[in-house]
């Protein structure tokens, strides 16, 4: 699985998919405006080329900034207090905390010589505005290009707007075959149509049409993938029809914005009804999608699931939507313009909010699937797929919270989701919504002390402790209320983990044992019964009930080992090497901590990881290699900074860090620990980690 985002260096700048034609004159004038301003915003109509032409000039710069390109696309967010949400995500930010989003985003920016780019600010142009403004202002060495149909106004910002290709005619002097226009109408017909050549036969024709789409470049490709069906002439013919409709008798050339909607228009009547329906369906969705949503979304008595999966693929002959495959499989995407236009269909036809409907109905199944296998041998596949859908998840979240009388099904949704928010990288924007729907759902239900308990458990993965038990407690009043036995046990577990992460260790110890007796059913291994037995293992560590904490883990890894379990087995190795380690058996302890640090590297676990890394440093001090115990402690009080409270502000775990760092200043003196140190603040997660597993070739010698 590849590496996330945040925890490499060079960004996370998307590939260019298709050739780029012209705009040399643009490129360069880009180029010198990002060295002389901190924030360039490029601006333009729709279909105009403004992410290409970012794209291909990211990829020129790259190499100018040491910390990396780093994209963020914010196309289909709807929702404007999500726009740090959603940037910090797509930067790979590890940090769950509590604290403010727009916080961890500068500290996490901080001294990085680095290009942050912001795709479709102009629906969000406060949001983005006001968030830019805080990170230039925190970041010195940051740069900030960001792509809008309007500027953002703000005093500093240099503007640079993207006009259309340049047409036949533009320059007398220029060939029609060298015209930018042509080239690109040339160069999609190819891959479109291999066997076509541009040549005196018909470059009167395409330069006539790139002129009549005013060198738009996304018309003049949806024109050239026409030419599967249609000759050049055709083409022409059609679209000068309709373009005359459309200006009438005065025959005066349409504006630009009017242009790109015949050609959209044109292309849309040239589908098949169905196509065109299922054009219109498909806008629902935010970013991409797989088949088999789109068949469930999309279908109903007009169009069966059945036909659906031919028409996806007419809709990808005619580049009306983009197919991605991958590891994970494959997925297809409407171009944002093409989805803007299908919406405006789905509204008209007055389908929109059956869909949506329909679209939250999959997500919610989804959820469901996801939380009933999340503790099998499918686990990182339930990773990679929601993580896949989140923006989904996020549109449909969005649909069930502002629409009147569909707030109960957000409740149901999110506490499905407690494995993404928890599990998967999202606690922060989980516990934002789940307070959201809390609030819109006051009266006690089933539904609402579910929510409650997951509450708890984000709050407690995030180091809240406080605000952990509370959502707890209230959750048990409620549940004693409904008759809920199974929440009122949940709350119990979440309450133990409160006391435990408070150093409570005797309230810690009986909350979770209840949990653990009265979870007779073994159907909750995850989030009740397993992940109490490897807290309770910590609470009988701490006091000193070695035999007892060693035995639990044991069980808990065969129950692991037999049901596939690989997320909460890697938490179960953490704290079978804590255990080893008090009983002075530190080579053992190094092999459990390096078990489970592999597995947490395969589901990106930011805080387990550097949870692991921690006990790697103190085994290492325990093994006398103290140059790389104060290694990696410089890593983690670097990596620290950037995923939350160190050591989730617990006295147990911060006690260990301590002495730790006291151990090995003491044995190696102040200056050989120093200089090691530093040498580790150096390293990001994925290199702390490789030199905690013995794996990082460089640092061998330490």
Not at 449 to 466: E, I
Not at 572 to 578: E, I, K, N, R, T
Request: charged share 25%.
């Amino acid at each position: 699985m590849a590496t996330p985002t945040g925890w490499r260096r060079e960004g996370n700048l998307p590939a260019e998919l298709t050739s780029f034609v012209g705009r040399t004159r643009l490129l360069a004038n880009l180029k010198r405006h990002l060295n002389e301003s901190r924030l360039v915003t490029v601006t333009g109509i729709g279909g105009v080329g403004k992410s290409r032409t970012v794209l291909r000039l990211a990829h020129q710069v790259r190499a100018g900034y040491p910390d990396g390109v780093w994209f963020a696309d914010l196309a289909r967010l709807q929702d404007a207090g999500m726009v740090k949400h959603t940037i910090a995500s797509a930067l790979g930010i590890a940090d769950q905390s509590s604290r403010a989003a727009s916080e961890s985003l500068s500290e996490w920016v901080g001294e990085r010589d680095m290009l942050l780019i912001i795709d479709t600010c102009e629906h969000l142009l406060e949001g983005c505005a006001e968030l830019i403004h805080e990170l230039l202002e925190a970041a010195p060495s940051l740069t900030v290009l960001a792509i809008s149909r309007q500027s953002l106004n703000l005093p500093y910002e240099q503007v640079v707007p993207v006009p259309p290709l340049q047409v036949p005619g533009d320059d007398p002097a220029e060939s029609l075959f060298t015209n930018e226009s042509v080239q690109l109408f040339a160069d999609r017909a190819g891959a479109s149509l291999p066997d076509f050549v541009l040549d005196e036969d018909n470059i009167g024709a395409v330069a006539e049409l790139c002129r009549r789409l005013d060198g738009i470049p996304l018309a003049i490709e949806l024109a050239a993938v026409r030419l599967r069906a249609l000759s050049v002439e055709q083409i022409l013919g059609l679209l000068t029809d309709r373009f005359s409709l459309l200006a009438g008798a005065s025959r005066t050339a349409l504006p630009r914005h009017q242009t790109l909607r015949a050609a959209i228009g044109w292309s849309h009547e040239l589908c098949e009804p169905e196509e065109r329906l299922l054009w219109a369906r498909l806008s629902v969705f935010a970013g991409d999608f797989e088949l088999d949503a789109a068949r469930f979304v999309c279908s109903d008595g007009r169009l069966s699931a059945e036909r659906i999966t031919d028409l996806i693929g007419g809709l990808v002959e005619k580049s009306i939507l983009l197919i991605r495959s991958n590891h994970a499989g494959v997925r297809y995407k409407l171009i944002d313009t093409l989805a803007e236009y299908g919406e405006e269909w789905l509204d008209k036809l007055g389908q929109a909010e059956q869909v949506r409907q329909r679209h939250l109905e999959y997500y919610l199944s989804l959820a469901q699937r996801g939380e009933d296998a999340w503790s099998g041998p499918r686990q990182i596949y339930w990773f990679i797929r929601m993580r896949q859908e989140h923006n989904n998840v996020r549109t449909a979240l969005e649909y069930s919270l502002n629409k009147p009388g569909k707030e109960p099904l957000a409740l149901t949704l999110l506490s499905s989701l407690w494995f993404m928010w928890v599990c998967c990288g999202f606690a922060r924007e989980g516990r934002l919504y789940l307070e959201r729907a809390l609030e819109a759902n006051p009266r006690p239900s089933r539904e609402r002390c579910k929510a409650l308990w997951v509450l708890a458990y984000v709050r407690n993965s995030q180091g809240d402790s406080v605000g952990g038990r509370e959502a707890a407690e209230t959750c048990s009043a409620e549940a004693v209320k409904v008759g809920d036995s199974r929440s009122v046990i949940l709350a119990s577990k979440m309450q133990g983990t409160a006391a435990m992460l408070q150093n409570d260790m005797q309230k810690a110890s009986a909350l979770l044992g209840v949990a653990i007796e009265f979870n007779t059913d073994n159907k909750e291994l995850n989030p009740g019964l397993l992940p109490a037995i490897v807290e309770l293992s910590i609470v009988l560590t701490a006091q000193g009930e070695f035999y007892e904490a060693e035995s639990l883990l044991h069980d808990c890894l065969q129950v692991c080992r037999e049901r596939g379990e690989l997320w909460l087995s890697s938490h179960a190795q953490w704290a079978l090497a804590g255990v080893r380690l008090a009983t002075n058996r530190p080579e053992q302890a190094l092999q459990n901590v390096r078990e489970g640090l592999r597995i947490k590297l395969h589901f990106h676990d930011t805080l387990g990881t550097l949870l692991s890394l921690e006990s790697a440093a103190r085994i290492f001090v325990a093994l006398d290699r103290l140059p790389l115990a104060a290694t990696l402690l410089g890593a983690l009080h670097q990596n620290w900074k950037t995923a939350g409270l160190p050591q989730l502000g617990a006295p147990f775990l911060s006690d260990d860090h301590n002495a730790c760092v006291r151990n090995c200043v003491l044995q190696m003196g102040e200056l050989p620990y120093k200089n090691a140190f530093e040498e580790g603040a150096r390293l990001d997660l994925e290199e702390a980690s490789a030199l905690a597993l013995g794996e990082l070739d460089a640092l061998d010698e330490i």
